[in-house]
Protein backbone atom coordinates (compact mmCIF):
# COMPACT_ATOMS: atom_id res chain seq x y z
CA UNK A 1 0.00 0.00 0.00
CA UNK A 2 1.59 3.11 -1.22
CA UNK A 3 2.15 5.78 1.82
CA UNK A 4 -1.01 8.37 1.71
CA UNK A 5 -0.59 12.48 2.39
CA UNK A 6 -3.83 14.37 3.41
CA UNK A 7 -4.02 18.56 2.61
CA UNK A 8 -5.00 18.93 6.27
CA UNK A 9 -8.60 19.96 6.37
CA UNK A 10 -9.66 17.22 8.81
CA UNK A 11 -6.96 15.72 11.06
CA UNK A 12 -6.64 12.24 11.79
CA UNK A 13 -6.31 10.32 15.02
CA UNK A 14 -6.77 7.23 16.97
CA UNK A 15 -9.84 7.42 19.72
CA UNK A 16 -10.41 5.23 22.59
CA UNK A 17 -14.14 5.97 22.44
CA UNK A 18 -16.34 6.36 19.56
CA UNK A 19 -16.32 10.33 18.45
CA UNK A 20 -18.79 12.21 16.26
CA UNK A 21 -21.74 10.79 14.32
CA UNK A 22 -21.11 10.22 10.91
CA UNK A 23 -22.12 13.82 8.99
CA UNK A 24 -22.02 15.53 12.36
CA UNK A 25 -19.94 18.34 10.68
CA UNK A 26 -21.76 18.12 7.22
CA UNK A 27 -22.66 21.27 6.29
CA UNK A 28 -19.04 23.15 7.38
CA UNK A 29 -17.14 22.08 3.87
CA UNK A 30 -16.46 25.12 1.30
CA UNK A 31 -17.21 27.53 4.34
CA UNK A 32 -14.19 29.64 5.97
CA UNK A 33 -14.92 32.69 8.69
CA UNK A 34 -17.51 34.01 10.20
CA UNK A 35 -19.63 31.63 7.76
CA UNK A 36 -17.91 28.53 8.97
CA UNK A 37 -18.08 29.81 13.06
CA UNK A 38 -21.79 30.58 12.41
CA UNK A 39 -22.31 26.54 11.11
CA UNK A 40 -20.20 25.06 13.79
CA UNK A 41 -22.32 27.10 16.69
CA UNK A 42 -25.45 25.65 14.96
CA UNK A 43 -23.68 22.03 15.41
CA UNK A 44 -22.97 22.24 18.82
CA UNK A 45 -25.45 24.62 20.98
CA UNK A 46 -28.38 23.35 22.70
CA UNK A 47 -26.29 20.90 24.35
CA UNK A 48 -27.34 18.93 27.24
CA UNK A 49 -26.86 20.89 30.05
CA UNK A 50 -24.89 19.69 33.27
CA UNK A 51 -25.27 21.21 36.93
CA UNK A 52 -22.17 22.88 37.89
CA UNK A 53 -22.08 20.72 40.83
CA UNK A 54 -21.94 17.21 38.99
CA UNK A 55 -19.05 19.09 36.30
CA UNK A 56 -16.76 17.65 38.65
CA UNK A 57 -18.04 13.40 38.36
CA UNK A 58 -17.79 14.49 34.60
CA UNK A 59 -13.73 15.46 34.75
CA UNK A 60 -13.23 12.74 37.15
CA UNK A 61 -13.30 10.31 33.66
CA UNK A 62 -12.71 13.17 30.84
CA UNK A 63 -9.59 14.39 32.62
CA UNK A 64 -8.37 10.99 34.04
CA UNK A 65 -4.81 10.08 35.10
CA UNK A 66 -4.85 6.94 32.41
CA UNK A 67 -2.13 5.35 35.11
CA UNK A 68 -3.30 5.92 38.24
CA UNK A 69 -7.42 4.87 38.61
CA UNK A 70 -9.00 7.14 40.54
CA UNK A 71 -6.47 10.28 39.67
CA UNK A 72 -6.98 13.80 37.61
CA UNK A 73 -4.38 15.41 35.56
CA UNK A 74 -4.45 19.00 36.92
CA UNK A 75 -3.88 21.22 33.86
CA UNK A 76 -1.02 23.68 34.78
CA UNK A 77 0.86 21.91 37.19
CA UNK A 78 0.47 18.90 35.41
CA UNK A 79 0.46 16.25 38.84
CA UNK A 80 -1.64 13.49 39.38
CA UNK A 81 -4.00 13.78 42.15
CA UNK A 82 -7.16 12.20 43.41
CA UNK A 83 -10.26 12.93 41.04
CA UNK A 84 -12.63 14.06 44.36
CA UNK A 85 -10.33 15.95 46.45
CA UNK A 86 -11.91 19.10 45.71
CA UNK A 87 -11.48 22.03 48.33
CA UNK A 88 -10.81 25.83 48.54
CA UNK A 89 -7.45 26.13 48.90
CA UNK A 90 -3.54 25.15 49.10
CA UNK A 91 -3.41 21.97 46.83
CA UNK A 92 -7.25 20.95 46.82
CA UNK A 93 -8.31 20.72 43.34
CA UNK A 94 -10.63 23.59 42.12
CA UNK A 95 -12.49 23.29 38.60
CA UNK A 96 -10.71 25.93 36.54
CA UNK A 97 -13.06 28.45 33.73
CA UNK A 98 -10.58 28.14 31.57
CA UNK A 99 -12.86 30.97 29.76
CA UNK A 100 -12.69 33.19 32.96
CA UNK A 101 -16.33 33.47 33.92
CA UNK A 102 -15.53 36.78 34.81
CA UNK A 103 -15.13 37.65 31.23
CA UNK A 104 -18.81 37.82 30.76
CA UNK A 105 -19.96 38.03 33.41
CA UNK A 106 -21.38 34.13 33.57
CA UNK A 107 -21.14 33.29 36.88
CA UNK A 108 -23.70 30.80 38.11
CA UNK A 109 -25.48 31.58 34.40
CA UNK A 110 -26.08 28.04 32.61
CA UNK A 111 -25.10 26.47 30.21
CA UNK A 112 -22.00 28.84 30.39
CA UNK A 113 -21.27 28.49 34.01
CA UNK A 114 -21.52 24.55 33.85
CA UNK A 115 -20.05 23.96 30.50
CA UNK A 116 -17.70 20.87 30.96
CA UNK A 117 -15.23 22.08 27.42
CA UNK A 118 -14.35 24.67 29.24
CA UNK A 119 -13.87 23.28 33.22
CA UNK A 120 -10.34 21.49 34.14
CA UNK A 121 -9.00 20.49 37.22
CA UNK A 122 -6.61 22.86 38.75
CA UNK A 123 -4.86 23.34 41.84
CA UNK A 124 -6.18 26.01 43.79
CA UNK A 125 -3.42 28.32 44.82
CA UNK A 126 -2.57 27.59 40.92
CA UNK A 127 -6.22 28.52 40.01
CA UNK A 128 -6.03 31.76 42.28
CA UNK A 129 -2.61 33.08 40.72
CA UNK A 130 -3.79 32.93 36.84
CA UNK A 131 -7.15 34.32 38.42
CA UNK A 132 -9.00 35.61 35.23
CA UNK A 133 -6.33 36.92 33.28
CA UNK A 134 -5.50 36.62 29.66
CA UNK A 135 -3.59 34.10 28.04
CA UNK A 136 -0.23 35.42 26.14
CA UNK A 137 3.22 34.89 26.80
CA UNK A 138 4.34 35.99 29.32
CA UNK A 139 7.62 36.92 32.01
CA UNK A 140 7.94 34.72 34.85
CA UNK A 141 7.71 31.58 35.58
CA UNK A 142 5.04 30.08 38.25
CA UNK A 143 7.12 29.00 41.56
CA UNK A 144 4.36 26.25 41.89
CA UNK A 145 3.65 25.72 38.35
CA UNK A 146 6.67 25.83 37.30
CA UNK A 147 6.43 25.04 33.56
CA UNK A 148 3.77 28.19 33.29
CA UNK A 149 4.74 31.85 33.10
CA UNK A 150 2.89 34.67 34.27
CA UNK A 151 2.77 38.42 33.58
CA UNK A 152 1.00 40.03 36.76
CA UNK A 153 -1.88 41.57 36.16
CA UNK A 154 -2.67 41.04 32.54
CA UNK A 155 -1.32 37.44 31.04
CA UNK A 156 -1.23 33.89 31.95
CA UNK A 157 0.99 30.94 30.02
CA UNK A 158 0.08 27.36 30.45
CA UNK A 159 2.97 24.89 30.28
CA UNK A 160 3.60 24.08 26.66
CA UNK A 161 1.61 20.53 26.87
CA UNK A 162 -1.53 22.18 27.14
CA UNK A 163 -0.87 25.18 25.33
CA UNK A 164 -2.87 23.61 22.48
CA UNK A 165 -5.40 22.36 24.45
CA UNK A 166 -6.23 25.86 26.23
CA UNK A 167 -6.24 27.45 22.66
CA UNK A 168 -8.87 24.90 20.98
CA UNK A 169 -11.29 25.62 24.83
CA UNK A 170 -11.14 29.17 23.98
CA UNK A 171 -11.71 28.95 20.71
CA UNK A 172 -14.93 26.41 21.35
CA UNK A 173 -16.45 29.15 23.72
CA UNK A 174 -16.20 31.90 21.10
CA UNK A 175 -18.17 29.85 18.54
CA UNK A 176 -20.49 27.62 21.31
CA UNK A 177 -21.75 31.31 22.58
CA UNK A 178 -23.16 33.86 20.11
CA UNK A 179 -25.76 35.67 21.54
CA UNK A 180 -28.74 32.50 21.06
CA UNK A 181 -30.83 31.23 23.68
CA UNK A 182 -29.96 34.51 25.72
CA UNK A 183 -26.88 33.23 26.35
CA UNK A 184 -23.34 35.99 26.06
CA UNK A 185 -21.87 36.28 23.02
CA UNK A 186 -18.14 35.70 23.77
CA UNK A 187 -15.47 36.71 21.58
CA UNK A 188 -11.63 36.28 21.08
CA UNK A 189 -9.47 39.58 20.45
CA UNK A 190 -6.14 40.56 20.02
CA UNK A 191 -5.40 41.50 23.32
CA UNK A 192 -5.52 41.23 27.06
CA UNK A 193 -6.49 42.92 29.62
CA UNK A 194 -10.41 42.24 28.13
CA UNK A 195 -12.15 41.68 31.92
CA UNK A 196 -14.83 42.54 32.15
CA UNK A 197 -15.88 42.22 28.74
CA UNK A 198 -17.10 39.25 27.27
CA UNK A 199 -14.02 38.99 25.55
CA UNK A 200 -10.71 36.61 25.98
CA UNK A 201 -7.10 37.26 24.89
CA UNK A 202 -4.69 36.83 23.07
CA UNK A 203 -5.64 35.45 19.29
CA UNK A 204 -2.25 36.23 18.05
CA UNK A 205 -1.10 33.89 20.50
CA UNK A 206 -3.44 31.07 21.12
CA UNK A 207 -3.37 30.53 17.07
CA UNK A 208 0.10 30.12 17.89
CA UNK A 209 -0.41 27.86 20.43
CA UNK A 210 -3.11 25.83 18.03
CA UNK A 211 -0.86 24.72 15.41
CA UNK A 212 2.35 23.68 17.55
CA UNK A 213 0.77 21.81 19.97
CA UNK A 214 -1.95 19.51 17.98
CA UNK A 215 -4.53 17.48 20.01
CA UNK A 216 -2.97 14.35 21.83
CA UNK A 217 -4.69 10.85 22.98
CA UNK A 218 -5.84 12.39 26.08
CA UNK A 219 -7.36 15.75 24.53
CA UNK A 220 -9.57 13.40 22.15
CA UNK A 221 -10.46 10.88 25.15
CA UNK A 222 -11.60 14.36 26.64
CA UNK A 223 -13.63 15.29 24.00
CA UNK A 224 -15.12 11.89 23.40
CA UNK A 225 -16.22 11.25 27.33
CA UNK A 226 -17.49 15.26 27.23
CA UNK A 227 -19.60 14.52 24.27
CA UNK A 228 -20.97 11.18 25.96
CA UNK A 229 -22.41 13.22 28.99
CA UNK A 230 -23.71 16.78 27.29
CA UNK A 231 -23.80 15.29 23.26
CA UNK A 232 -21.94 18.05 22.02
CA UNK A 233 -18.09 18.06 20.91
CA UNK A 234 -15.32 20.79 20.80
CA UNK A 235 -15.11 21.04 17.21
CA UNK A 236 -11.51 22.22 16.99
CA UNK A 237 -10.15 19.22 19.07
CA UNK A 238 -11.81 16.68 16.32
CA UNK A 239 -9.99 19.53 13.88
CA UNK A 240 -7.70 21.91 14.83
CA UNK A 241 -7.92 23.46 11.19
CA UNK A 242 -11.12 24.89 11.35
CA UNK A 243 -9.27 27.51 13.76
CA UNK A 244 -7.18 28.19 11.05
CA UNK A 245 -10.12 28.60 8.63
CA UNK A 246 -12.52 30.97 10.87
CA UNK A 247 -9.47 32.95 12.68
CA UNK A 248 -6.00 32.55 10.86
CA UNK A 249 -7.27 33.39 7.45
CA UNK A 250 -6.06 30.41 5.93
CA UNK A 251 -7.02 28.95 2.02
CA UNK A 252 -10.14 26.57 1.30
CA UNK A 253 -8.93 23.28 -0.52
CA UNK A 254 -9.67 23.04 -4.12
CA UNK A 255 -12.39 20.71 -3.62
CA UNK A 256 -14.82 20.26 -0.55
CA UNK A 257 -16.13 16.67 0.11
CA UNK A 258 -19.30 16.82 2.18
CA UNK A 259 -23.09 15.46 2.72
CA UNK A 260 -21.27 12.15 3.92
CA UNK A 261 -23.67 9.66 5.25
CA UNK A 262 -23.94 5.56 5.57
CA UNK A 263 -26.38 3.09 4.09
CA UNK A 264 -26.83 1.95 8.23
CA UNK A 265 -25.71 3.78 11.45
CA UNK A 266 -25.24 0.22 13.15
CA UNK A 267 -24.94 -2.82 10.49
CA UNK A 268 -25.45 -6.60 11.44
CA UNK A 269 -22.38 -8.62 11.62
CA UNK A 270 -20.62 -9.55 7.83
CA UNK A 271 -23.57 -6.47 6.41
CA UNK A 272 -21.66 -4.53 4.26
CA UNK A 273 -22.40 -0.28 4.17
CA UNK A 274 -22.78 1.68 1.74
CA UNK A 275 -20.88 5.16 2.09
CA UNK A 276 -21.74 8.52 0.18
CA UNK A 277 -21.49 12.04 -0.26
CA UNK A 278 -20.72 14.47 -2.53
CA UNK A 279 -17.68 16.62 -3.95
CA UNK A 280 -17.59 19.89 -5.66
CA UNK A 281 -16.59 21.11 -7.80
CA UNK A 282 -16.96 17.64 -9.75
CA UNK A 283 -13.62 15.78 -9.76
CA UNK A 284 -11.61 13.15 -11.97
CA UNK A 285 -13.31 9.73 -11.64
CA UNK A 286 -10.83 7.51 -10.34
CA UNK A 287 -9.37 9.88 -8.18
CA UNK A 288 -11.83 9.41 -5.55
CA UNK A 289 -11.40 6.54 -2.76
CA UNK A 290 -12.90 5.44 0.30
CA UNK A 291 -10.72 4.33 3.12
CA UNK A 292 -11.20 2.54 6.20
CA UNK A 293 -9.56 0.55 8.78
CA UNK A 294 -9.62 -0.39 12.58
CA UNK A 295 -8.83 2.81 13.63
CA UNK A 296 -8.84 6.71 13.50
CA UNK A 297 -5.13 6.71 12.52
CA UNK A 298 -4.80 3.33 10.71
CA UNK A 299 -6.67 3.23 7.46
CA UNK A 300 -4.69 0.99 5.46
CA UNK A 301 -7.79 -0.71 3.10
CA UNK A 302 -9.68 1.35 0.23
CA UNK A 303 -11.91 1.21 -3.09
CA UNK A 304 -12.44 3.17 -5.57
CA UNK A 305 -15.84 5.09 -5.29
CA UNK A 306 -18.02 5.67 -8.21
CA UNK A 307 -20.27 8.47 -9.39
CA UNK A 308 -24.39 8.30 -9.96
CA UNK A 309 -27.21 9.82 -9.16
CA UNK A 310 -25.14 13.15 -7.95
CA UNK A 311 -23.09 11.14 -5.02
CA UNK A 312 -19.99 9.38 -4.98
CA UNK A 313 -20.85 5.95 -3.47
CA UNK A 314 -18.10 2.94 -2.10
CA UNK A 315 -18.77 0.09 -0.47
CA UNK A 316 -16.60 -1.49 2.97
CA UNK A 317 -17.83 -5.01 3.40
CA UNK A 318 -18.96 -6.60 6.31
CA UNK A 319 -17.66 -7.57 9.26
CA UNK A 320 -17.51 -9.43 12.98
CA UNK A 321 -19.86 -7.97 15.93
CA UNK A 322 -19.07 -5.12 17.64
CA UNK A 323 -15.75 -4.27 15.75
CA UNK A 324 -15.36 -0.63 15.47
CA UNK A 325 -14.80 0.86 11.39
CA UNK A 326 -13.03 4.27 10.83
CA UNK A 327 -13.64 5.59 7.68
CA UNK A 328 -13.17 8.58 5.16
CA UNK A 329 -13.71 10.16 1.69
CA UNK A 330 -10.30 10.87 -0.19
CA UNK A 331 -9.64 12.93 -3.47
CA UNK A 332 -6.34 11.96 -4.61
CA UNK A 333 -3.86 14.33 -6.03
CA UNK A 334 -1.15 13.94 -8.34
CA UNK A 335 0.94 16.31 -5.31
CA UNK A 336 0.33 13.83 -2.55
CA UNK A 337 -1.18 15.79 -0.76
CA UNK A 338 -4.60 14.26 -0.52
CA UNK A 339 -7.97 16.11 0.45
CA UNK A 340 -9.54 14.32 2.65
CA UNK A 341 -12.97 14.58 4.27
CA UNK A 342 -13.06 14.25 8.34
CA UNK A 343 -12.40 10.74 9.88
CA UNK A 344 -16.36 9.11 10.85
CA UNK A 345 -16.71 5.77 12.59
CA UNK A 346 -19.49 3.16 12.94
CA UNK A 347 -20.00 0.09 15.05
CA UNK A 348 -20.97 -3.47 13.82
CA UNK A 349 -23.88 -4.31 15.91
CA UNK A 350 -24.06 -7.49 18.41
CA UNK A 351 -25.78 -10.63 17.50
CA UNK A 352 -27.62 -12.10 20.80
CA UNK A 353 -29.71 -15.31 20.45
CA UNK A 354 -29.35 -16.94 23.64
CA UNK A 355 -32.04 -16.81 26.28
CA UNK A 356 -33.14 -13.80 27.16
CA UNK A 357 -35.28 -13.34 30.76
CA UNK A 358 -37.27 -9.96 30.32
CA UNK A 359 -37.08 -7.51 32.66
CA UNK A 360 -40.85 -8.23 33.30
CA UNK A 361 -40.31 -11.45 35.20
CA UNK A 362 -37.29 -10.64 36.70
CA UNK A 363 -39.12 -7.71 38.69
CA UNK A 364 -41.75 -10.53 39.42
CA UNK A 365 -45.33 -9.64 40.73
CA UNK A 366 -44.02 -9.40 44.31
CA UNK A 367 -41.62 -6.96 46.18
CA UNK A 368 -38.80 -9.51 45.48
CA UNK A 369 -37.61 -11.13 42.63
CA UNK A 370 -38.27 -14.53 41.60
CA UNK A 371 -34.73 -14.44 40.24
CA UNK A 372 -32.95 -13.62 43.56
CA UNK A 373 -28.71 -14.42 43.17
CA UNK A 374 -29.27 -15.52 39.85
CA UNK A 375 -27.74 -15.09 36.86
CA UNK A 376 -29.80 -13.78 33.82
CA UNK A 377 -29.13 -12.08 30.64
CA UNK A 378 -31.86 -9.22 29.87
CA UNK A 379 -31.88 -6.79 27.50
CA UNK A 380 -33.59 -2.84 27.81
CA UNK A 381 -32.98 0.91 26.36
CA UNK A 382 -30.82 2.82 28.82
CA UNK A 383 -32.68 5.57 30.42
CA UNK A 384 -30.30 7.17 32.97
CA UNK A 385 -26.99 6.79 34.14
CA UNK A 386 -25.06 8.27 37.39
CA UNK A 387 -21.43 7.45 38.87
CA UNK A 388 -22.26 3.94 40.34
CA UNK A 389 -24.96 2.54 37.64
CA UNK A 390 -27.45 3.09 35.55
CA UNK A 391 -31.55 2.47 34.45
CA UNK A 392 -32.80 0.36 31.79
CA UNK A 393 -36.24 -0.45 30.46
CA UNK A 394 -37.96 -2.60 27.96
CA UNK A 395 -41.31 -0.91 26.69
CA UNK A 396 -43.98 1.14 28.59
CA UNK A 397 -46.08 0.11 31.90
CA UNK A 398 -45.07 -1.59 35.12
CA UNK A 399 -42.13 -3.74 36.17
CA UNK A 400 -40.67 -2.48 32.82
CA UNK A 401 -37.54 -1.17 34.55
CA UNK A 402 -34.58 -2.60 36.53
CA UNK A 403 -31.54 -0.09 38.16
CA UNK A 404 -28.07 -1.89 36.33
CA UNK A 405 -24.86 -1.74 39.69
CA UNK A 406 -22.08 -1.33 37.53
CA UNK A 407 -20.09 1.56 38.72
CA UNK A 408 -17.88 4.01 36.31
CA UNK A 409 -19.89 2.52 33.32
CA UNK A 410 -20.73 5.34 31.16
CA UNK A 411 -23.71 3.76 28.49
CA UNK A 412 -25.23 6.65 27.06
CA UNK A 413 -28.93 7.47 27.26
CA UNK A 414 -30.92 5.64 24.45
CA UNK A 415 -28.47 2.45 23.86
CA UNK A 416 -29.92 -0.28 23.48
CA UNK A 417 -27.79 -3.29 25.08
CA UNK A 418 -28.04 -6.72 26.27
CA UNK A 419 -25.73 -7.74 29.39
CA UNK A 420 -25.68 -10.63 32.01
CA UNK A 421 -25.59 -10.44 35.68
CA UNK A 422 -26.77 -10.86 39.20
CA UNK A 423 -30.11 -10.59 40.43
CA UNK A 424 -29.48 -8.70 43.92
CA UNK A 425 -32.17 -6.91 46.60
CA UNK A 426 -30.78 -4.19 48.27
CA UNK A 427 -32.82 -2.73 50.95
CA UNK A 428 -35.93 -3.95 48.76
CA UNK A 429 -34.57 -2.73 45.82
CA UNK A 430 -34.25 -5.38 42.79
CA UNK A 431 -30.96 -4.72 41.12
CA UNK A 432 -28.33 -6.18 38.51
CA UNK A 433 -24.68 -6.33 39.51
CA UNK A 434 -21.78 -8.52 39.01
CA UNK A 435 -22.02 -7.80 35.25
CA UNK A 436 -19.62 -9.99 33.06
CA UNK A 437 -21.01 -9.77 29.60
CA UNK A 438 -22.33 -6.24 27.91
CA UNK A 439 -23.04 -5.56 24.16
CA UNK A 440 -24.40 -2.45 22.42
CA UNK A 441 -27.18 -3.29 20.19
CA UNK A 442 -27.97 -0.52 18.86
CA UNK A 443 -27.20 2.76 20.42
CA UNK A 444 -29.64 6.54 19.81
CA UNK A 445 -32.78 4.62 20.20
CA UNK A 446 -35.86 6.37 21.38
CA UNK A 447 -36.54 5.77 25.04
CA UNK A 448 -39.68 4.80 26.34
CA UNK A 449 -42.05 7.91 27.49
CA UNK A 450 -42.26 8.34 31.36
CA UNK A 451 -45.37 7.37 32.98
CA UNK A 452 -47.61 10.08 34.30
CA UNK A 453 -48.90 9.35 38.10
CA UNK A 454 -49.83 10.31 41.07
CA UNK A 455 -47.87 10.25 44.04
CA UNK A 456 -50.13 7.73 45.42
CA UNK A 457 -49.57 5.53 42.87
CA UNK A 458 -45.30 5.64 42.76
CA UNK A 459 -44.65 2.35 44.36
CA UNK A 460 -43.29 -1.16 43.71
CA UNK A 461 -45.12 -1.37 40.59
CA UNK A 462 -42.82 1.35 39.54
CA UNK A 463 -39.84 0.40 40.51
CA UNK A 464 -36.65 1.77 38.08
CA UNK A 465 -39.63 2.73 35.39
CA UNK A 466 -39.35 6.18 33.86
CA UNK A 467 -42.08 8.21 35.54
CA UNK A 468 -43.24 12.27 35.92
CA UNK A 469 -45.72 13.36 38.75
CA UNK A 470 -46.59 17.23 37.25
CA UNK A 471 -47.51 20.12 38.68
CA UNK A 472 -46.89 18.96 42.31
CA UNK A 473 -45.94 21.28 45.28
CA UNK A 474 -42.82 21.97 46.98
CA UNK A 475 -43.66 20.98 50.49
CA UNK A 476 -40.00 20.35 51.68
CA UNK A 477 -36.88 22.58 50.21
CA UNK A 478 -34.33 21.32 52.71
CA UNK A 479 -32.30 18.83 50.83
CA UNK A 480 -29.32 19.16 52.39
CA UNK A 481 -31.13 17.99 55.62
CA UNK A 482 -32.60 14.87 54.13
CA UNK A 483 -29.89 13.00 52.36
CA UNK A 484 -30.50 15.22 49.38
CA UNK A 485 -33.85 14.47 48.96
CA UNK A 486 -36.68 17.12 48.17
CA UNK A 487 -40.24 16.32 48.18
CA UNK A 488 -43.11 17.17 46.43
CA UNK A 489 -46.46 16.65 46.80
CA UNK A 490 -49.89 16.88 44.01
CA UNK A 491 -52.74 16.32 46.55
CA UNK A 492 -52.80 12.06 46.55
CA UNK A 493 -49.38 12.17 48.62
CA UNK A 494 -46.07 13.01 48.68
CA UNK A 495 -42.77 11.68 46.97
CA UNK A 496 -39.12 12.42 47.47
CA UNK A 497 -37.24 14.07 44.44
CA UNK A 498 -33.38 12.92 44.74
CA UNK A 499 -30.71 15.99 43.86
CA UNK A 500 -28.39 13.23 42.54
CA UNK A 501 -25.90 16.03 42.16
CA UNK A 502 -28.10 17.72 39.41
CA UNK A 503 -30.69 20.40 40.28
CA UNK A 504 -27.72 22.34 42.75
CA UNK A 505 -29.84 25.43 42.98
CA UNK A 506 -32.60 25.17 46.16
CA UNK A 507 -36.27 24.72 45.45
CA UNK A 508 -38.98 26.90 46.41
CA UNK A 509 -41.24 25.96 48.78
CA UNK A 510 -45.04 25.80 47.89
CA UNK A 511 -43.37 26.25 44.25
CA UNK A 512 -45.05 23.93 41.65
CA UNK A 513 -42.84 21.79 39.84
CA UNK A 514 -42.98 19.24 37.38
CA UNK A 515 -40.38 16.50 37.93
CA UNK A 516 -39.66 13.69 35.82
CA UNK A 517 -37.02 10.41 36.55
CA UNK A 518 -36.34 6.58 37.19
CA UNK A 519 -38.45 5.72 40.47
CA UNK A 520 -36.04 4.45 42.86
CA UNK A 521 -36.09 2.77 45.89
CA UNK A 522 -33.65 2.67 48.77
CA UNK A 523 -33.92 3.16 53.05
CA UNK A 524 -37.59 2.55 52.78
CA UNK A 525 -38.28 5.50 50.79
CA UNK A 526 -39.46 5.93 47.42
CA UNK A 527 -37.90 8.88 45.45
CA UNK A 528 -37.60 10.19 42.17
CA UNK A 529 -33.91 10.40 40.82
CA UNK A 530 -33.15 13.87 38.18
CA UNK A 531 -31.05 13.07 35.30
CA UNK A 532 -30.40 16.04 34.58
CA UNK A 533 -32.06 20.05 34.95
CA UNK A 534 -34.63 19.75 32.24
CA UNK A 535 -36.45 16.87 34.64
CA UNK A 536 -37.53 19.64 37.02
CA UNK A 537 -39.91 21.74 34.38
CA UNK A 538 -40.63 25.23 36.49
CA UNK A 539 -40.63 28.49 34.10
CA UNK A 540 -40.03 31.02 36.73
CA UNK A 541 -36.43 29.58 37.26
CA UNK A 542 -35.47 27.45 34.70
CA UNK A 543 -35.98 28.32 30.50
CA UNK A 544 -37.54 25.98 28.63
CA UNK A 545 -35.08 24.75 25.28
CA UNK A 546 -34.39 27.35 23.20
CA UNK A 547 -35.75 30.43 25.55
CA UNK A 548 -33.84 34.11 25.99
CA UNK A 549 -34.06 37.10 27.65
CA UNK A 550 -33.86 40.33 25.36
CA UNK A 551 -33.26 44.18 27.23
CA UNK A 552 -34.87 47.35 25.50
CA UNK A 553 -33.21 50.67 26.61
CA UNK A 554 -35.05 53.96 25.61
CA UNK A 555 -34.03 56.71 24.89
CA UNK A 556 -30.81 56.03 23.29
CA UNK A 557 -28.39 57.94 22.99
CA UNK A 558 -30.20 59.77 26.19
CA UNK A 559 -29.11 62.32 28.17
CA UNK A 560 -29.58 60.76 31.75
CA UNK A 561 -32.81 59.47 32.08
CA UNK A 562 -33.61 55.84 30.62
CA UNK A 563 -36.50 52.70 30.83
CA UNK A 564 -34.55 49.53 30.54
CA UNK A 565 -37.78 46.97 29.88
CA UNK A 566 -37.23 43.49 29.87
CA UNK A 567 -39.18 40.61 27.88
CA UNK A 568 -39.75 38.67 31.11
CA UNK A 569 -40.11 39.72 34.63
CA UNK A 570 -36.79 40.17 37.09
CA UNK A 571 -36.07 37.70 39.30
CA UNK A 572 -34.83 37.69 42.77
CA UNK A 573 -31.35 36.95 40.82
CA UNK A 574 -31.71 39.44 38.21
CA UNK A 575 -29.19 42.04 38.12
CA UNK A 576 -28.63 45.19 35.80
CA UNK A 577 -24.98 46.11 35.26
CA UNK A 578 -23.28 49.14 33.81
CA UNK A 579 -19.12 48.93 32.18
CA UNK A 580 -17.59 51.72 30.72
CA UNK A 581 -15.52 51.10 27.31
CA UNK A 582 -12.42 49.74 29.22
CA UNK A 583 -14.83 47.15 31.15
CA UNK A 584 -14.76 48.59 34.25
CA UNK A 585 -17.88 48.32 36.46
CA UNK A 586 -19.53 51.62 36.92
CA UNK A 587 -23.08 50.81 38.34
CA UNK A 588 -25.03 47.65 39.66
CA UNK A 589 -28.79 48.25 39.84
CA UNK A 590 -30.99 45.30 41.20
CA UNK A 591 -34.53 45.51 39.45
CA UNK A 592 -37.55 44.78 41.50
CA UNK A 593 -38.41 41.32 41.21
CA UNK A 594 -41.36 41.08 38.82
CA UNK A 595 -40.76 43.92 37.12
CA UNK A 596 -40.44 44.14 33.55
CA UNK A 597 -39.46 47.98 33.49
CA UNK A 598 -37.09 49.78 35.70
CA UNK A 599 -36.69 53.56 34.97
CA UNK A 600 -32.90 55.63 36.10
CA UNK A 601 -31.31 58.62 35.91
CA UNK A 602 -27.53 57.87 34.72
CA UNK A 603 -26.51 61.96 35.88
CA UNK A 604 -27.95 60.96 39.00
CA UNK A 605 -25.90 57.89 39.22
CA UNK A 606 -22.09 59.45 38.39
CA UNK A 607 -21.76 58.54 35.00
CA UNK A 608 -20.39 60.62 32.69
CA UNK A 609 -20.81 61.51 29.01
CA UNK A 610 -19.27 58.24 26.78
CA UNK A 611 -20.82 55.20 25.57
CA UNK A 612 -21.63 52.09 28.22
CA UNK A 613 -22.08 48.17 27.90
CA UNK A 614 -25.43 47.79 29.67
CA UNK A 615 -25.65 43.75 30.89
CA UNK A 616 -28.66 42.03 31.93
CA UNK A 617 -28.07 38.85 33.90
CA UNK A 618 -30.49 36.87 35.96
CA UNK A 619 -30.07 32.73 37.19
CA UNK A 620 -29.85 30.94 33.88
CA UNK A 621 -29.91 33.84 31.13
CA UNK A 622 -28.16 37.06 30.20
CA UNK A 623 -28.69 39.82 27.52
CA UNK A 624 -27.13 43.41 26.86
CA UNK A 625 -27.05 46.51 25.16
CA UNK A 626 -25.21 49.27 24.02
CA UNK A 627 -25.98 52.64 25.81
CA UNK A 628 -24.64 56.39 24.70
CA UNK A 629 -24.88 59.11 27.19
CA UNK A 630 -24.28 62.50 25.87
CA UNK A 631 -25.78 65.44 27.99
CA UNK A 632 -24.60 67.90 25.17
Same mark, same amino acid.
Given at each position: M ?9 L ?15 ? !? ?15 I ?7 Y???? /? ?25 ? $? ?7 K @? ?5 ? =????G????I ?62 ? $???? /?? #? ?17 L ?12 N ?11 RN ?11 P ?19 F ?8 ? =? ?8 I?S %????? $? ?30 ? %? ?13 S ?39 ? +? ?33 ? &? ?28 T???? /? ?6 ? &????? =? ?12 ? &? ?7 V ?11 ? #?????? !? ?13 D ?18 ? #? ?5 S ?15 K ?12 E????? +? ?13 ? @????K ?7 ? +? ?14 ? @? ?9 ? +? =???K ?6
Amino acid at each position: MRKKFCFILFLVFPLALLSQPVGYYNG !TEGLKGEALKMKLHEIIRNHHSLSYFFSK /YVLYYSDADPEIPGNVILVYTGRSQDG $MDYGSGGNK @LNREHVW =AKSHGQFEDILPMHSDVHNLKPADASVNSSRSNMDFDYSLYYHNEATQCKFTPGESWEPRDDVKGDIARIIFY $MDAR /YK #WTNGESNLTVVNRVNTYPLPEHGKLSALLEWNLMDNPDQFERNRNNVIYQFQKNRNPFVDNPYFIELIWGNADLPDFAIGNIAISN =AQPAANESVIVS %GSINP $MPVAGNVRLYWGDSFNNLQDYTDMTFSDGQWR %GEIPGYSEETIICFSIQLIQETGKNICSPVYNYRVAANWSGEITPIINIQGTGDY +SPFENQMVTTTGIVTAFYTNGYFIQAGNGPRAGLF &VYQSGFFPAIGDSIVLTGMVKEYYGMTEMTNVSM /YKLIKNER &VVPEP =AVLTANEMGEDWES &VLVRIPEAVCTYSQHWNNSGM #WRVSDG !TGQVNVHNNDVFEFDPVLNEHYTVTGPLNYNYSE #WKIELRSLRDVSDPTTIPEEGKKVTVFVYPNPTSGEIVVNL +SDPASQKSKLTFFDV @LGQEKLVIFPETG +SKSTGLNLNHAGLKDG @LYILLYTDKFL +S =ASSKIMLKTQ
